[in-house]
């Protein structure tokens, strides 16, 4: 079972996409933060990070990078208000990175992860 990791602070947005996920056939982790995120993704691979941009401790940006360190075949999403920050040339995000702007669908999600995972 393909294995996402979530990192979105978002209490009710992280419950939705967690659900969603699931029930689309994906095994799902999820943090309220992106230390957290981090400090799991050091502990066991993943095949997606699923971030948010704007987290406290550690930012999504922050937390792309440093898991594409980690994991260089990692997929990296951005799902964010924000989509200008991570699409902004200047920023540390990876470069192959998939942005998601909020407000979306959760079928428009599963669909974009599942053409992520195929990449």
Request: no cysteine; glycine share 4%; charged share 25%.
């Amino acid at each position: 079972m393909t294995k996402i990791l979530l990192a979105e602070d978002d209490t009710d947005m992280r419950r939705f996409l967690v659900k969603a996920l699931q029930n689309a056939g994906y095994h799902v982790i999820s943090y309220d933060n992106g230390l957290s995120a981090y400090q799991r993704l050091r502990e066991e691979p993943f095949e997606l990070l699923l971030t948010d941009i704007v987290m406290p401790e550690m930012d999504g940006i922050e937390l792309a990078r440093r898991a594409a360190e980690l994991d260089p075949d990692i997929k990296i999403m951005f799902i964010t208000g924000f989509a200008a920050v991570a699409l902004n040339p200047d920023s540390s995000a990876p470069k192959h990175a998939k942005v998601l702007s909020k407000p979306f669908h959760l079928r428009d999600l599963v669909n974009e992860v599942q053409k992520v995972l195929a990449a």
